[in-house]
């Protein structure tokens, strides 16, 4: 189990990410500010900045980086907001581009707007 104090603890039974094999798998990550233990960001763009800072301390405790991630998925309130999303996600997977899935979800914990979690692989 990979933990880091530099993401957000769970808010349920799960870990930040399991390490199995050359494989991490990372639980997803909502715009927790780990500081402050708030949601951290009134729109969905300003919340994936957190989501992904967050999803970037994960992978750095299991010396990981973006580049290592290899499928991802977005879980989004308002599909709306995918173009915003978006734009921020290209800036962390700019040269790296790891499959992904985008979904439409009712809600998510804490009122969050975006949700995202991974699988990376050691290289």
């Known amino acids: 189990m990979?933990?880091?104090d530099k993401?957000?603890?769970p808010i349920g039974p799960y870990s930040q990410a399991v390490l199995a094999g050359n494989e991490l798998f990372?639980?997803?990550q909502i715009a927790i500010d780990p500081s402050t233990g708030e949601l951290n960001g009134s729109d969905a763009?300003?919340?994936a900045e957190q989501v992904l800072?967050?999803?970037g301390a994960v992978l750095r405790a299991a010396q990981m980086d973006y580049?290592?991630?290899?499928k991802?998925?977005?879980f989004l309130v308002d599909m709306n907001d995918f173009a915003a999303v978006n734009t921020v996600y290209a800036k962390y997977f700019d040269a790296a581009k790891p499959a992904r899935s985008t979904v439409a979800v009712?809600?998510?914990p804490k009122g969050a707007l975006v949700e995202i979690d991974a699988i990376a692989k050691m290289q």
Do not use: K
Request: hydrophobic share 50%.
């Open 67 to 70: 580049g290592n991630v290899v």
């Open 106 to 108: 009712a809600a998510l």
């Open 2 to 4: 990979i933990r880091t």
């Open 72 to 74: 991802t998925t977005i």
């Open 45 to 47: 763009a300003a919340q």
């Open 53 to 55: 800072r967050n999803l």
């Open 7 to 9: 993401a957000p603890a």
């Open 26 to 28: 990372c639980s997803g």
